[in-house]
């Protein structure tokens, strides 16, 4: 965990940037043997064990893997629903059954078509969602389309948790604004956050 001096703390372009370049100087094998970690956590955890149905983003390339979340989610008979983007700025949690359902989307990220199921927000026990930096109150920073915080926004009664690396969970507060949602946990491969 580590503090980014305050002069670039109120600057989440700045933000972005420098965590995009942290990113990607990281290898595959750390980025696997962090996500291996990191579900291995999750799925023991009691918010996950009692959580019927499950959000979980499908994750590209660079982020945190969740595939092993997805697969493990579905083999244990949970509902599993992912997101689906829809009109700018919006998107759907779609119900799934296999993986094979996925394709890829807008952004370039894995969705199921049009045609999934769609679960509400307020049917939803947990959400897990990503990020490319995160602070110890629960904040995190995401691409800048507001896609998650408009959707949280509508589930202000699940369990959310943050998948974070370690390296990038912030000790000092990230720049907010009044629209973003706050998470219960932050999830790294060193421990369990319960935000401030």
Sequence with gaps: MRSLLLFVM??????????????ALETPMERSTRARIITETLVSLPAYQQAETVFCYCSTEMELQTDEILSFTLAQGKTLCVPRCEAAGQMTARRIRTLDALRVGRFGIREPDRTAAIIP??????????????????????????????????APDCCKIILCAENRLQETPLPKERTDIPCHYILTERQVYKAR
Aim: charged share 25%; proline share 4%.
């Design 10 to 23: 109120n600057d989440k372009a700045v933000l972005r940037e420098y965590f995009l370049q942290q990113r």
């Design 121 to 154: 927000p307020n049917g939803i026990d947990l959400c897990i969602v990503p990020c490319l930096a995160a602070d110890l109150f629960g904040y995190r920073l995401g691409y800048g389309g507001g896609y998650y915080d408009r959707f949280l926004a509508d």
